[in-house]
């Protein structure tokens, strides 16, 4: 008998390239549609684009020009009648109307339709198929178009044959400003998301960074509103033996990529995740690591995924040997690389844990040096954190933050939530409950001392040392001592970490007077801060907080 003919998938690439050609009205041959082009292709055509390189270690080096991180005061959501209802007005989501989005959508497409190149990349957002939305994303950069292959999904040809019609379609416009004239526009720059239409447009900005945080937002909102499935802005890894699975939440800078990144775990995504009653799903499909002091001595993981296929952005390299200087911070804080998942040994594909998690850790990087580096949270704790989300802005992932901000960012992740904090919240308290997780604040910033009176960040090797602990069960069993005010547990032993520095109260470089002082300043500024969810929150939660 022969054998059955193996089917080759025919690709539909022919016409996806005609519907952009329709859609832009692309009346000429001359334009160069590429889709879904592989990472050779696309160093070719970066390389022509002003100051792209290829550097020592393999890697493409690319410049966003004036935007070197997100530009949180430009976002907006159009206000229709599908969402409107259910969108988080206030201070992330600004409204903007059909008709500002028509004329900023038709700028963005006449923009495009001058480029001698476009890019298309058609891939998916969510790793598990039940919950998994088709992202196309057009632009008109090859490091963009990179970027965006190497942080979505990947699909297989025979699914890229299939793809069909996008769910979400995303067109970056980026190297064309905004015309600041157009009615709701207050800067060149504008990160515009239409959940009627499905689409967002980007004027104005280069940072590839905000196309993967649109998504996110529509993750925000599609998850919840359409799946009763909670996203969250976590890494997640996993044990290797036991399957234990531990989500790592904070804000930019906290350590989400480099503490997920773990030789002894499995990696499963390093920022975006879901929590599906199923289990926990990573949205992305790479992996978009901070790069300033990186070291491969103290990140060999991430230090050794900057090869071949990764996008380097924004960071100085000697113009001769072309090794990059890491350390130097003259373009921006916020350097950044974005790798395919599959770069770090550990990755876990598919990048999903059918487990619920038994491990959730708070990220905070506490620049003013009060709290522990670790401490053990109740269940109302762990609430009253998630909705505070008390951290540090961290200098360069936003524009215009040159050093650490005291901020609150609820759900840590306050700038990608498309719908009110407290839905997010119940959704965690509710899973929690049901999945009884034991939770941990951890604090990656100063201890023992402020970031104003000179002090330093709590060491890596310390930190790792902590989270090697809650995986051994070790830290559970530990004896624990109650710090005033905030009332956190912190345990009096961990392996491989000084004693002194698990109480601040003792390691305080000032003195125990001044460590009260800043005890109360900064419990001071979580009541403050706390006011606006005090309706919403039950009694317990509120008592959870730090009592003056
Ligand atoms: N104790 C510590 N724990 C974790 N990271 C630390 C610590 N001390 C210093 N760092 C540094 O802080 C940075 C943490 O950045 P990381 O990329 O992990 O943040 P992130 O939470 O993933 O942020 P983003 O959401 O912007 O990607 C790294 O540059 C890391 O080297
Ligand atoms: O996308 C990222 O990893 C950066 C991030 O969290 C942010 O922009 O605040
Ligand atoms: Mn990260």
Redesign the pocket.
């Known amino acids: 008998m022969s054998p059955s003919k193996v089917s080759v998938p025919v690709t539909n690439t022919v016409e996806v390239e005609e519907q952009i050609r329709k859609e832009l009205d692309l009346g000429s041959e001359v334009v160069t549609i590429r889709r879904n082009a592989p990472a050779a292709t696309l160093y070719e055509d970066g390389l022509k684009e002003r100051k792209t390189t290829i550097v020592s270690s393999g890697a493409l080096a690319a410049y966003s020009g004036a935007k070197t991180g ?1 530009s949180p005061k430009d976002k907006r959501i159009i206000e229709e009648e599908t969402s409107k209802d259910e969108v988080w007005w206030g201070p992330v989501n600004k409204p903007a109307s059909e008709k500002t989005w028509s004329i900023n959508r038709e700028r963005a497409a006449d923009y495009l339709r001058t480029r001698d190149h476009l890019y298309i990349v058609d891939a998916y957002a969510g790793w598990d198929s039940r919950y998994r939305i088709k992202i196309r994303v057009v632009c008109a950069r090859a490091y963009h178009a990179l970027f965006m292959t190497n942080m979505l999904i990947r699909p297989s040809a025979e699914e890229l044959a299939n793809f069909g019609e996008p769910d979400f379609t995303v067109w970056n416009a980026g190297q064309f400003p905004a015309n600041r004239n157009t009615e709701g526009m207050s800067s060149k720059t504008t990160v515009e998301i239409n959940f009627k239409a499905m689409e967002m447009i980007i004027l104005g900005t280069e940072y590839a ?1 905000e196309m ?2 649109g998504i996110f937002t529509v993750m925000f909102y599609l998850m919840p509103v359409h799946h009763d499935v909670l996203t969250l ?1 976590s890494s997640a890894n996993q044990g290797v033996e036991k399957g234990d699975v531990t989500l790592f939440f904070g ?2 800078g906290t350590g989400k990529t480099t503490l997920s990144a773990d030789p002894h775990r499995a990696l499963i995504g390093d ?1 975006e995740h879901c929590w599906s009653e199923h289990g926990v799903f990573n949205i992305e499909g790479g992996c ?1 690591a901070k790069c300033i002091d990186l070291t491969a001595e103290k990140e060999p993981e991430i230090f050794n995924a900057i090869k071949f296929g990764s996008v380097l952005e924004n960071v100085v390299y000697d113009p001769v040997t072309r090794v990059v200087d890491y350390s130097n911070n003259s373009i921006t804080e916020n350097t950044r690389c974005a790798y395919p998942i599959d770069y770090i040994p550990s990755a876990k594909i598919p990048c999903t844990a059918d487990k619920h998690p038994s491990n959730i850790i708070l990220l905070t990087c506490d620049a003013s040096g009060v709290l522990p580096p670790v401490s053990k949270l109740t269940p109302e704790q762990v609430m009253y954190h998630f909705i505070s989300g008390y951290t540090s802005k961290m200098a360069g ?2 524009q215009g933050v040159t050093e650490p901000e005291v901020t609150f960012s609820s759900c840590f992740g306050q ?1 990608f939530l498309a719908l009110h904090p407290m839905r997010y919240a119940t959704m965690l308290a509710n899973k929690m409950h049901k999945h009884s997780a034991d939770a941990w604040l951890v604090n990656t910033g100063w201890t023992g001392s402020s970031y104003t009176a000179g002090g330093k960040r709590c060491p890596l090797k310390y930190t790792r040392a902590i989270l090697d602990a809650i995986h051994d069960g070790s830290l559970s069993k530990a004896d624990y001592e109650t710090l005033p005010i905030f009332n956190l547990h912190t345990p009096t032993k961990v392996s491989g970490v000084p004693d002194s520095l698990l109480n601040p109260a003792k390691s305080w470089v000032e003195g125990p007077t001044k460590y009260n002082s800043a005890v109360k300043a900064l419990a001071t500024k979580f009541t403050g801060n706390f006011k606006i969810y005090q309706d919403q929150a039950t009694s317990d939660v509120l008592k959870a907080g730090p009592q003056l």
């Open positions: 997100r960074g993967k945080k802005h804000l930019s920022d978009y992932t936003e700038p």
